[in-house]
């Protein structure tokens, strides 16, 4: 009854899709001067779910999703040395990548907790 819950797996693969990219962006940041480095990002997690599904069908498209990593237009000019990443775009994504994060785990205690007062648990 319990073993196939859909809303978890979904959940759990939004928390490590905010978990990956915010490391991709934190490399970026980490390369904020590095000559010719070109900024990264991980294609959105919707993207990324809706392929995985396609390619390995409903039931492992949650948990076998592969994050693929995107080249990340600079909304600004280009760095004379080639650079492309932007600061102030970095941070932007970083907490967008964090309220990701913060949303997949509130569904996740949510659910958890729909599924404690179901069984009579009420804690």
Known sequence: M???LKLLNLA???ARHA????????ENIA??????????DLEPFAA???RAVNEEGAAAGAQDAQWRI?????????SPNGNSVSLEDQMVK???AQQDHDAA???YKTSLDILRMTLGRNG
Do not use: C, Q, W
């Open 31 to 40: 390369n904020a001067d590095t000559p010719g480095y070109k900024a990264k």
């Open 94 to 96: 970083t907490v967008e």
């Open 19 to 26: 978990a990956a990219r915010h490391e991709v962006l934190a």
């Open 105 to 107: 785990t509130a569904i």
């Open 48 to 50: 990324a779910y809706e």
């Open 70 to 78: 995107i080249n990340a237009p600079a909304p600004g000019a280009m």
């Open 12 to 14: 759990s693969a939004m």
């Open 2 to 4: 319990f073993a196939d």
